[in-house]
Structure formats: C-alpha cells, structure tokens
C-alpha cells in the first residue's frame, strides 16, 4: 500500500461545547503517521468600548482557552501546538491556515460558551465558505469516526473528497458508503391533455431516461468505491432516487454514519468557494460534516 501523506490540521477552540466537540472529533479520525496540528485562539474584537481591566480580564480568559486546548491535543498529538491570535475569528481562521499550509480546518458549529461569537454558526459557514482546504464542521461529536457517508455524483468536487478520504488511514471496522441520489424527471402534469397515444410515448421516454439516469449513477459509485478499495477502504454503494439533501440525510442515518462527507460547490474569482443547498443544508443538519473544495 503506498505510503500516505502527513496531513496539516488546524483546528480553531473558544473553549466552547461546540469546540470541544470538534477537537474531540478530530482526534478521531484516522490520519495517517507523522500528521501535524495545529490550534488557534482568536480574541480580537471583542468588548472593544470595555474598560482596560475588562479587556484585560477576556483577554486572559482567552490565554486560559489556549492553555486548555494546548493539554487536550497533547494527550493524542504531544508535539501539536495552539497560538492566540488578535484578529477577528474568521480572518484568524483563514490566516493561520494558510500561513500552516493546512489541508484542513477543524471547528465547531455553534458555540455556547462565554465566547459564543467566535463559533457562531455565520463564522463556520464563512469559513467553509472562503477556505482554500476542506473544513470539518462539527456540532456534536460522534462516539467514534468508522462510518463514513459520502455524496458521490462523480462532479470534481465529489472526486476531490473521495481524494481526502482515501488520503485517511483505512483500519480495521471503517468503511465508506458512496451514495448518489438521482433527482427522477417527472411527466408534467401538461401532458394530460394530449392524445393517449402520445402520452404513452412520453411516459416510456421518461422511464428509459430515469432508467439510464440510474444505471449511470450506478456505474459512477462503483467506480468511486473501486478506487477506495484500492487504498485500503472497505466500500459500499447506495444509489437513491429522490431530493438530493434529504436523501443523503436519510442515508446517514440509515448507515449509522459518524461523519457526511461532500463536495462544496466551487467558483472562480474572488471568492474561491460558493457553498451549493446541499452543502449549506447539511451544515444546518448534520452534526459533523466535512465540505471538500
């Protein structure tokens, strides 16, 4: 089996249930050897009208929140490290991640800590938006990370993250499911009208149409999951006709998934990554998701 590249983890804590959940999510799953992290604190912006002894007194909680996430990771990564930074969250976020080249960014949904804002679901969705790396988004960390559910339509971005979970250690007990929903084209209600004969074509055409659309769909998660299995991945197929996000959630919880894996919708210019309603939806819903540029 070749040998798999050390991935570069970024992981950002306000010490909050959200962050705790996403730190213990990402000391789950199965990196390959040598992998480094890395956690941030930001702290700027905050109370800016507050007295000095106020000021100083977040400020020194923030110090606490590094201190705490500094004991945590070292218990599973003793050379990892954790740096407070004055900047706003999202900008700290981004800045350290690229200045770590990180292949991923780690954080929590949703805080309800003293630093609330700092995870607040607009800040998790800002960074999955702008990252340049795929972003872990946790809101509740699963028991362990095994099970992993992957929308797979053969788009470059699906092909991307099935990339990231084969660049994942294998191990024993983990396995991937490749689901591809297929969105059915319907007869419309329009065709009523028209002579029986003729609507009895149109339903046929429509049925070897959604047949071929299946078969294709098929045929594209086979594919993928061969492709796992040749890194070491016990794979499996799900094809599901219907809408593309609840599908997929019903998928999760039918497979018992610890972690939704998606392709996030990509775009050229400024902004370097649109989030699409699947990825946004499964944000809202999901409790851990991983969007993959």
């Given at each position: 089996?070749?040998?798999?590249?050390?991935?570069?983890?970024?992981?950002?804590?306000?010490?909050?249930?959200?962050?705790?959940?996403?730190?213990?999510?990402?000391?789950?799953?199965?990196?390959?050897?040598?992998?480094?992290?890395?956690?941030?604190?930001?702290?700027?912006?905050?109370?800016?009208?507050?007295?000095?002894?106020?000021?100083?007194?977040?400020?020194?909680?923030?110090?606490?929140?590094?201190?705490?996430?500094?004991?945590?990771?070292?218990?599973?990564?003793?050379?990892?490290?954790?740096?407070?930074?004055?900047?706003?969250p999202v900008e700290a976020i981004l800045?350290?991640?690229?200045?770590?080249?990180?292949?991923?960014?780690?954080?929590?949904?949703?805080?309800?800590?003293?630093?609330?804002?700092?995870?607040?679901?607009?800040?998790?969705?800002?960074?999955?938006?702008?990252?340049?790396?795929?972003?872990?988004?946790?809101?509740?960390?699963p028991r362990a990370v095994r099970r992993?559910?992957?929308?797979?339509?053969?788009?470059?971005?699906?092909?991307?993250?099935?990339?990231?979970?084969?660049?994942?250690?294998?191990?024993?007990?983990?396995?991937?499911?490749?689901?591809?929903?297929?969105?059915?084209?319907?007869?419309?209600?329009?065709?009523?009208?028209?002579?029986?004969?003729?609507?009895?074509?149109?339903?046929?055409?429509?049925?070897?149409?959604?047949?071929?659309?299946?078969?294709?769909?098929?045929?594209?998660?086979?594919?993928?999951?061969?492709?796992?299995?040749?890194?070491?991945?016990?794979?499996?197929?799900?094809?599901?006709?219907?809408?593309?996000?609840?599908?997929?959630?019903?998928?999760?919880?039918?497979?018992?998934?610890?972690?939704?894996?998606?392709?996030?919708?990509?775009?050229?210019?400024?902004?370097?990554?649109?989030?699409?309603?699947?990825?946004?939806?499964?944000?809202?819903?999901?409790?851990?998701?991983?969007?993959?540029?």
């Amino acid at each position: 089996m070749a040998v798999r590249k050390p991935h570069r983890i970024l992981i950002a804590s306000d010490g909050s249930r959200a962050a705790q959940a996403a730190l213990e999510t990402a000391v789950k799953l199965p990196w390959p050897a040598s992998s480094r992290l890395l956690g941030v604190v930001a702290r700027s912006g905050w109370m800016p009208f507050a007295s000095d002894d106020t000021r100083a007194a977040v400020e020194a909680s923030f110090e606490e929140v590094g201190a705490a996430a500094r004991s945590a990771l070292a218990r599973s990564w003793p050379q990892s490290s954790v740096v407070v930074v004055d900047a706003p969250p999202v900008e700290a976020i981004l800045a350290e991640a690229q200045r770590f080249d990180a292949s991923v960014i780690v954080l929590g949904w949703r805080g309800h800590g003293v630093f609330r804002r700092l995870l607040a679901g607009s800040v998790s969705r800002s960074v999955a938006t702008r990252a340049r790396c795929p972003v872990l988004v946790v809101r509740e960390a699963p028991r362990a990370v095994r099970r992993f559910v992957l929308g797979f339509d053969g788009c470059p971005n699906a092909e991307h993250a099935l990339d990231f979970l084969g660049s994942l250690e294998p191990g024993r007990g983990r396995r991937v499911v490749l689901v591809n929903v297929v969105e059915a084209v319907i007869v419309p209600a329009s065709v009523r009208q028209l002579p029986a004969s003729m609507r009895a074509q149109i339903r046929g055409e429509v049925a070897a149409q959604n047949q071929e659309r299946l078969r294709q769909a098929q045929a594209t998660v086979e594919a993928g999951a061969a492709r796992l299995e040749r890194c070491g991945w016990k794979a499996q197929c799900d094809v599901r006709v219907g809408a593309p996000l609840a599908s997929l959630l019903k998928a999760v919880a039918e497979h018992r998934g610890d972690l939704l894996v998606l392709g996030a919708r990509a775009t050229s210019g400024v902004e370097r990554a649109l989030l699409g309603s699947v990825a946004t939806g499964a944000l809202n819903s999901s409790r851990a998701v991983l969007l993959v540029p």
